[in-house]
């Protein structure tokens, strides 16, 4: 049956969600280098490739909008994305496989929202001079997703008795306070996610965002040890594997899918060329996350 099972968010829970599980049967193309994604994704439902690119570019160009907040961007990420559920890709129908599987040593559950915490990263950092430096620092509330509001923080903090408070929360008032956010807005610019409108401000580069935000949501889907490809003959050697040998570094495996076979991953596939090219370097060329 064809499925997305993420449930969007209501309240303050970051849900996990089903166990995936194979088609079964007819199986993929055993001569295509994703074949065993490909497997997994034959019971997900996706869009057209012109579709998702429009949802992804109405996501990205609403990231510095002070009205969009963290909880619609989330359920927007989790619909422009199907693919973020291969982290919680399973060969068998067990629970078990939620807690195994995995290269890291971490659970499914974590790397799942290991990379949701990743992708509401770059949602704060596009917005360091709204309210990102405060969802930054101290996330949001649970009753309405928004970060806690800079006067509360300045009466619960900067004051004599703030010692009451437990030490994280003193350290991350601390933060907000003495970070330099320069840097970080440097470095967002230099990466070219943000660049200086006509009048001065800060704007967001749609296609290169839209680009960091695919590289995110499939960037370690390689640690889920029941997705890693065997290096076809037709390709060896490569990186140092040889033919029939399991690429196990999770970096080198998704950039050995990427370059020989980009179709399966439709939301990598979806993208122009430039901006394959650049996800292709950080997998294939730089070790993104090294």
């Given at each position: 049956?064809?499925?997305n099972?993420?449930?969007?968010?209501?309240?303050?829970?970051?849900c996990?969600?089903?166990?995936?599980?194979?088609?079964?049967?007819?199986?993929s193309?055993?001569?295509?280098?994703?074949?065993?994604?490909?497997?997994?994704?034959?019971?997900?439902?996706?869009?057209?490739?012109?579709?998702?690119?429009?949802?992804?570019?109405?996501?990205?160009?609403?990231?510095?909008?002070?009205e969009?907040?963290?909880?619609?961007?989330?359920?927007?990420?989790?619909?422009?994305?199907p693919?973020?559920?291969?982290?919680?890709?399973?060969?068998?129908?067990?629970?078990?496989?939620?807690?195994?599987?995995?290269?890291?040593?971490?659970?499914?559950?974590?790397?799942?929202?290991?990379?949701?915490?990743?992708?509401?990263?770059?949602?704060?950092?596009?917005?360091?001079?709204l309210?990102?430096?405060?969802?930054?620092?101290?996330?949001?509330?649970?009753?309405?997703?928004?970060?806690?509001?800079?006067?509360?923080?300045?009466?619960?903090?900067?004051?004599?008795t703030?010692?009451?408070?437990?030490?994280?929360?003193?350290?991350?008032?601390?933060?907000?306070?003495?970070?330099?956010?320069?840097?970080?807005?440097?470095?967002?610019?230099?990466?070219?996610?943000?660049?200086?409108?006509?009048?001065?401000?800060?704007?967001?580069?749609?296609?290169?965002?839209?680009?960091?935000?695919?590289?995110?949501?499939?960037?370690?889907?390689?640690?889920?040890?029941?997705?890693?490809?065997?290096?076809?003959?037709?390709?060896?050697?490569?990186?140092?594997?040889?033919?029939?040998?399991?690429?196990?570094?999770?970096?080198?495996?998704?950039?050995?899918?990427?370059?020989?076979?980009?179709?399966?991953?439709?939301?990598?596939?979806?993208?122009?060329?430039?901006?394959?090219?650049?996800?292709?370097?950080?997998?294939?060329?730089?070790?993104?996350?090294?």
């Amino acid at each position: 049956a064809m499925r997305n099972s993420f449930i969007p968010a209501q309240n303050d829970e970051i849900c996990v969600p089903e166990l995936l599980l194979p088609a079964g049967a007819p199986p993929s193309d055993a001569t295509k280098a994703g074949a065993r994604i490909r497997d997994f994704l034959q019971t997900l439902q996706f869009r057209k490739s012109s579709e998702q690119q429009e949802r992804l570019r109405s996501l990205v160009k609403q990231m510095r909008d002070p009205e969009f907040r963290l909880r619609e961007y989330y359920n927007q990420c989790l619909d422009v994305f199907p693919e973020l559920q291969l982290y919680v890709a399973s060969p068998v129908q067990e629970m078990s496989g939620l807690n195994s599987g995995m290269s890291s040593g971490r659970t499914s559950a974590d790397e799942f929202r290991r990379t949701i915490g990743a992708l509401f990263a770059i949602y704060w950092l596009c917005r360091i001079d709204l309210d990102g430096k405060r969802g930054f620092c101290f996330g949001v509330r649970e009753s309405n997703w928004e970060p806690p509001k800079a006067e509360f923080l300045d009466r619960a903090y900067a004051n004599p008795t703030r010692s009451q408070h437990l030490p994280e929360f003193e350290q991350r008032y601390d933060f907000l306070c003495d970070a330099d956010w320069q840097l970080l807005t440097d470095l967002i610019s230099d990466a070219k996610l943000l660049e200086r409108g006509p009048s001065g401000g800060c704007v967001i580069n749609v296609e290169r965002t839209m680009a960091m935000l695919t590289l995110t949501a499939i960037h370690d889907i390689m640690k889920v040890e029941c997705l890693l490809p065997k290096l076809l003959p037709k390709h060896a050697p490569y990186h140092g594997y040889e033919a029939g040998e399991t690429i196990r570094d999770h970096d080198a495996a998704l950039g050995y899918v990427l370059q020989h076979d980009p179709d399966a991953l439709p939301c990598y596939a979806a993208m122009s060329e430039a901006q394959q090219r650049a996800v292709r370097f950080t997998q294939a060329e730089l070790g993104f996350n090294h």
